[in-house]
């Protein structure tokens, strides 16, 4: 996976605030491991990957969100019945992921 570490310290070095999205849980096949991440500026830019692409426009709207609250969320990607038209992921996994602020 790519290192996202040099792109967030170029973000913030040019006054950009950032927010971290991770996986931390995985259920069935998921496109992504525990771990992975995936970064978010306030200028709209992002580096890294939380699914492959199949939730990453999601999550980085709820990164935006985070930044401009100041508060951390906890997402959950996954397919059921409920949510088949839904953001989800094609896989049939579930992912929960972690969306924090950078601290400055």
Not at 38 to 55: I, L
Request: aromatic share 6%; glycine share 12%.
């Amino acid at each position: 996976m790519k290192d996202i570490l040099p792109d967030m310290e170029a973000w913030r070095a040019a006054g950009n605030r950032v927010a971290l999205a991770t996986v931390i849980k995985v259920e069935g096949s998921a496109p992504r491991p525990v771990g992975a991440s995936m970064a978010v500026s306030d200028a709209g830019e992002f580096t890294g990957s939380v699914s492959g692409g199949c939730v990453e426009t999601a999550v980085f709207e709820e990164a935006q969100e985070v930044l401009r609250t100041g508060r951390p969320k906890l997402l959950h990607y996954g397919i059921t019945d409920d949510m088949a038209w839904d953001v989800g992921l094609a896989c049939g996994g579930a992912i929960d992921v972690f969306v924090e602020p950078v601290a400055e």
